[in-house]
């Protein structure tokens, strides 16, 4: 194209140059001297240029030369004042940077739909206790029982099918001594992956008759699948070791396969392996249920269904804590149920820091457009239409927004990769990147940032002022007041804008702060911990357990620098764990199934609480004698003796759990713990671990002098000597654990807090802009006043008061919106309050101190001018 | 001055079949198309190389003329020869019937006697 018009161009000149010769020529002929004929030709001929030009518009590529026309122009304009284009570019860069890559986030995590069959027909339905108080604790959607969930399958016909799915975790050892490793797990009922819609890549899916307590047959995610076994499709049909059973592989999942979780690596059926009596109860909630809806069938009307049999069976279980109600979520609101907040929050951060972005730039574009007054004056005087030159305004804005697209999507692919690794627990992280639509989704944004930067200084630059402006001419302080006046209305919305910005990231730190800070009421300084869980294959007597954890206390007591070792099924800071019903004998006419009578439960050796230095506040803790044999013995916590002993004192009284038939007496109350940094404490229970169960996973806690992690290796060479087949998971020091729980509050509070602080700065260097502006206007207005004697601390104020009156309307814009505002972030508060006085106050006193220096230096040299020189300029 | 208001502006549209109709006569270059209005016309018609050449090239896009650089024959140089092509004979005779009916249509305005008569 381009040498297409290059060769047009020499033709033409070459036609016109061979007819004016020839006319040149016959004027010669005609007798004139050859200077005369030539000036002779030329005056016949007209313009050559002109013709030129003229012949051109002729040519169907012109629109397209005249854009490129516009193109060099505005690049070599851009190119000239280069620290403008470059400061241009990399706000653009930053802001469409940090949108996409929070759009990316976003997309993938809550809106993308799953790899599934027809994916819009998958609900997950929970039980739903009805009562308040029940939902504060989460309880509103609880996981479903076994016995709920096969009465709904098969009493309910809203869903073409129901599967169930459990957690469950593994250690998983080869045949020949292979490396133990800890596997999560998933138990699926043999329906679930046909309802999905997911076929195994090698092998097959469950059959209905696997799906059974004393079958074992697995499933391996292809991630296990390459990595463990090399990829060979002969392990179909093999077996493998999970906790001492073995296991009949009979397929590997495709490789994007992640759902729910993408560390699961090992399916086995739902049933396989539970006890058979635990698939009849109605009141253990372990399971997740998803359904898929009939073509023809709302979900209203499906989960009705649902509600009316869940209902009935509230109603045959009235002394167990069964739902009244159901409910039910999309898998996406599922998944991202803990991160959606937070990830909205930063959408929402990234979309204020565009707009400032963008306003920032219309400011520049604005600043240099006053500059520029007299050229595009000069231009529409000699004839350039108005459009020709907002399109060649809009054009620079555009190539700026663009050359940031571009670099800000590059950034963006960094910056997504940086996001989803540092963001713990974010589901389907590995599905994350950009795509099509997210391509689509920033050239949309650079377009929108385009006209929104370029289009109004365009059109006020070019508007009906612009030919005064040359009349005017150097005392051009009135035809540009309207202009200036537009740019501190930019300021201001730009100001208000980063005040809100700035107190949501003043809010999140504070958090942060608090949860930084929060006891979590055990200690956390030299405490190293390890988990491990004993294969009840193996272990299948309380006798054997107790003979591996006693040796194991003892051996890592022994090791040097150990001042203390305890063993508990976890520890404090490290999740939630299990939680019971419980009720209390001696309380008979208290209703059972409330939400006062459920409390965490724990298993505890006798030197778990001085380990951790747990205060005894009454009582006394385990002791070697509370072991299985003995009288049942329990220990309470402080706020489980409040919650259902006002008053009294529980030593003697007894704990009745129903679910796992447990009657105890309590012998002691402990203080509380936090399960989890940044959530309440709640009732805790603790029965002596020498009861000797082997059902669950254990934590090993030992204090030493110094340097907790320096002990992890020989603490697990002392459990491999037990036992070499036992893998050990989880090796963290408690302050590890606490600081793994804050990771994403540490990562949003980070997060926003870098764009409030960006914004910030954007906003005084467009403050300072504006202002230094404004001094040059108003250069020999100052010098004027400064030769008739006006002080010079005067002009600074007036300059300073100028200046700073956009950053107070905007403080107060933006305190405004702020109070509207925050209660979006109210859910990510911890140990303050959305309308945070403290926050505020120090925010407002930063902005305008920030403000005050970006106007000081202005305003100084405004004060500084020479009134002999600024009236001599003028 | 005097000179000046005898020439008169071509009528919008008919530069383009004075061109074709000149090119009837034969290949020839853009000098010669405007010498040969001129002349033509006794300098009635003065021809504007500013409209010249554009009117050329436009005609040259919608495919009634070609153009080739040839050697002229009385002179020892190349020039851009246009050449009428079938499309463009065909479009001369669809405007020269138009400009037949345009002149006659003005005609009966401007002297309805004669057309009395």
């Known amino acids: 194209m381009w040498w297409w018009t290059k060769k047009r161009d ?46 051109r518009v002729v040519w169907s590529w012109n629109r397209v030369e005249i854009f490129l026309r516009d193109l060099r122009i505005s690049v070599r304009t851009l190119l000239r004042s280069s620290s403008f284009s470059l400061i241009a570019v990399l706000v653009m860069a930053l802001c469409i940077g940090a949108a996409t890559s929070l759009f990316t986030v976003v997309r993938s995590v809550l809106l993308k739909p799953f790899p599934f069959r027809d994916p819009g027909q998958l609900v997950m339905i929970y039980e739903h206790f009805r009562a308040p108080s029940m939902n504060t604790k989460g309880f509103n959607y609880n996981p479903v029982a076994p016995a709920d969930y096969y009465d709904w399958r098969t009493q309910t016909h809203g869903f073409e099918d129901m599967a169930a799915l459990r957690w469950w975790q593994f250690s998983l050892t080869g045949e020949h001594r292979e490396l133990p490793e800890i596997v999560q797990a998933r138990g699926g009922s043999w329906n679930l992956f046909p309802l999905l819609g997911v076929q195994a890549v090698v092998g097959r899916t469950f059959t209905e008759s696997e799906d059974r307590p004393d079958e074992y047959v697995a499933m391996l995610s292809w991630n296990l699948f390459e990595r463990r076994f090399g990829g060979d499709q002969s392990i179909v049909g093999k077996q493998i070791h999970l906790d001492g059973q073995s296991y009949t592989v009979v397929g590997v999942l495709p490789k994007g396969f992640t759902w729910p979780d993408a560390k699961v690596q090992i399916w086995v059926p739902y049933a396989s392996g539970l006890p058979p009596a635990i698939l009849q109860h109605h009141d253990f909630h372990f399971s997740s249920v998803v359904g898929r809806l009939r073509p023809a069938v709302g979900l209203a009307s499906a989960m009705s269904q649902v509600a009316a049999v869940q209902y009935g069976l509230h109603l045959q279980n009235l002394n167990a804590p069964v739902a009244e109600e159901v409910a039910s979520k999309t898998l996406n609101q599922a998944l991202a149920q803990d991160v959606k907040a937070p990830l909205i929050i930063l959408l929402c951060a990234a979309a204020c820091m565009l707009l400032i972005g963008c306003l920032n730039v219309a400011n520049l574009i604005l600043a240099r457009s006053a500059a520029r007054q007299r050229e595009i004056a000069v231009r529409s005087a000699l004839g350039a239409q108005r459009s020709t030159l907002i399109r060649a305004q809009l054009m620079e804005s555009l190539l700026i927004s663009l050359t940031g697209g571009v670099t800000g999507v590059l950034l963006s692919l960094a910056a997504t990769k940086w996001l989803v690794s540092n963001w713990q627990d974010l589901p389907t992280a590995q599905n994350i990147h950009a795509d099509g639509t997210v391509l689509t989704v920033a050239c949309g944004l650079v377009i929108v940032t385009a006209l929104l930067a370029g289009l109004l200084p365009a059109i006020l630059s070019t508007g009906k002022g612009a030919i005064a402006a040359l009349h005017a001419s150097s005392r051009n302080t009135v035809g540009s007041r309207s202009r200036t006046a537009l740019r501190k209305t930019l300021l201001t919305v730009e100001i208000g804008v980063t005040v809100v910005l700035l107190i949501a990231a003043g809010l999140l730190l504070k958090s942060f702060w608090r949860l930084r800070t929060t006891n979590i009421g055990c200690t956390t300084d030299n405490v190293l911990t390890m988990g491990y869980s004993l294969p009840s294959k193996q272990y299948d007597t309380p006798a054997k357990v107790n003979a591996f954890n006693e040796a194991l206390l003892e051996q890592v007591h022994s090791l040097p620098g150990v001042r203390a070792v305890g063993l508990g099924s976890t520890v404090p800071g490290a999740g939630a764990g299990e939680d019971d019903a419980f009720t209390i004998p001696e309380h008979p006419s208290t209703t059972p199934n409330a939400a006062e009578h459920d409390a965490l439960y ?175 206007q108003r250069t020999g207005e100052i010098g004027v006043r400064l030769a008739l004697g006006a002080q010079r601390e005067q002009i600074v104020r007036q300059m300073l008061g100028d200046g700073l009156r956009p950053a107070l309307y905007g403080l107060v814009l933006g305190l405004a919106i702020s109070v509207g505002a925050v209660h979006l972030i109210e859910s990510m508060l911890y140990g303050t309050r959305p309308l945070d006085p403290a926050i505020f106050v120090s925010v407002a006193a930063t902005l305008l101190l920030v403000a005050m220096l970006a106007c000081l230096v202005p305003a100084w040299r405004a004060s500084r001018i020479d009134p002999m020189q600024a009236l001599r300029t003028e | 001055m005097e000179k000046k208001q005898q020439r008169a502006n071509l009528l919008q549209g008919t530069l383009d079949m004075l061109i074709l109709r000149t090119l009837l006569f034969g ?91």
């Open chain 1, 602 to 776: 724990r298993t505890a050796s006798p030197g778990y609480f001085s380990t951790l230095q747990i205060p005894l506040l009454s009582g006394r803790f385990f002791t070697s004698e509370d072991r299985i044999g003995h009288p049942n013995t329990c220990i309470i916590s402080h706020q489980l003796a409040q919650q259902s002993f006002q008053g009294e004192n529980p030593l003697g009284k007894h704990l009745l759990v129903p679910s796992r038939k447990i009657d105890c007496e309590i012998v002691g109350v402990v203080a509380d713990t936090l399960y989890q940094v940044g959530n309440s404490s709640e009732a805790t229970m603790y029965f002596p671990l020498l009861n000797g169960d082997s059902d669950q996973g254990l934590t090993l806690a030992v204090r030493v002098a110094s340097d907790p992690l320096s002990l992890s290796l020989p603490v697990q060479k002392e459990i491999a000597k037990l036992d070499p087949q036992l893998p050990v998971s989880d090796v963290f020091t408690i302050q590890q654990i606490v600081e793994r729980s804050l990771g994403n509050a540490t990562l949003s509070a980070s997060v926003v807090l870098a764009f409030a602080i960006l914004s910030l700065m954007l906003a005084s260097v467009g403050l300072y802009g504006i202002l230094a502006y404004v001094t040059t």
């Open chain 2, 27 to 117: 290949p020839t270059h853009g000098h010669q198309i405007g010498k040969h209005i001129q002349r033509t016309t006794n300098d009635f018609l003065q021809m504007q190389h500013g409209s010249l050449y554009p009117a050329l090239h436009r005609l040259e896009r919608k495919g009634w003329v070609v153009s080739k650089w040839e050697t002229a024959p009385d002179r020892n140089r190349e020039f851009k020869y246009y050449r009428l092509t079938e499309k463009g004979r065909k479009q001369l005779v669809v405007e020269e019937s138009q400009w037949k009916q345009m002149a006659e249509a003005v005609a009966r305005v401007m002297w309805p006697a004669a057309e009395e008569n």
């Open chain 1, 10 to 55: 020499e033709d033409l000149e070459r036609e016109l140059r061979s007819d004016l010769e020839l006319e040149e020529e016959e004027q010669r002929e005609r007798g004139l001297s050859s200077e005369e004929a030539r000036f002779a030709a030329l005056r016949a001929f007209g313009n050559p240029t002109l013709i030129r030009e003229q012949t």
